[in-house]
């Protein structure tokens, strides 16, 4: 699919915010007053930057709220109305850290909670398409969850916690390929069953002469050289890099530089998420 830089954007960075506002809901780092108000500031930017980022997205990005009114239904407005709770409880958390210089667990853990659960509803916008069958599989969320709580603990200064996350979101994010590109084949989805018209069925001519809404959002072609490249490039950054980098003498230079990697490999990774992902409208084009 088109990799929208809106939507990678928000699924990056909205991922790092909600991953280090749990760790501070959690009361790590134990800080209060200023350093506790730049840490608390840091996932807001981060949190409400990816969700405002989203709405670029959007066809009418004034509409926005009316994505509040299909929570039944929609995971997309599941996620609106999560993050909002957990933005509201972990303020209340904040609150008392930053002017009180009490850390309140009970809204800590419960907002904690809900942004690692609003991080599994924003994975399931993409986990619930069954017409991207890259997406559609328990490695989605998985990573989502795995990245958001690596980049969290990374922001949070947690570094003995960080490096094992780290290694386990490389982890899963190896595993997210290797599954993902086997998913099309698996799927059972041919030309035959995009068109509904029997297994003899073959392409004689394209839908049309020209792009159109559907060419131009659904299929997008990466080679596989450039996607091996990538995958290598986003791995080092993300995870190799900052684990080595945590694993020396530290240094607060040197736990700058781990962040600033893992989200330039975080922002490759999400980039490859969209590429990468093969959309069974493309069969109907003749594009897969």
Known sequence: ?????????FTSLSGL??????????????????VAFV????????????????TFHLG????ALKAFTQWRSSWLSREAWGSVIALVLMAI???????????????????????LGTVFITSMIYAQLKSVPRWHSAWTPLLFLAISLAGGALLAGQASVAVPLLLLAGAVQIVAWFAGDRAMGRSGTTLATATGLGPKVRLLAPPHTGPNYLTQEMVFVIGRKHATRLRAIALLLMSVLPVILLLLPFHHLLGLLAVLFHVAGVVVSRWLFFAEAEHVVGLYYGQR
């Open 1 to 9: 699919m088109h990799p929208a830089p809106s939507v990678i954007l």
């Open 17 to 34: 915010g909600f991953g280090l506002l749990v760790f501070l809901g959690l009361g790590l780092p134990p800080v209060t007053g200023w």
């Open 39 to 54: 840490f608390w500031l840091i996932g807001y930017v981060l949190a409400c930057g990816g969700l405002i980022a989203s």
């Open 60 to 63: 009418h990005p004034e509409r």
């Open 93 to 115: 958390t904040g609150i008392g850290a930053v002017f009180l210089g009490a850390r309140w667990a009970l809204p800590g853990v419960l907002g904690a909670l809900v942004c």
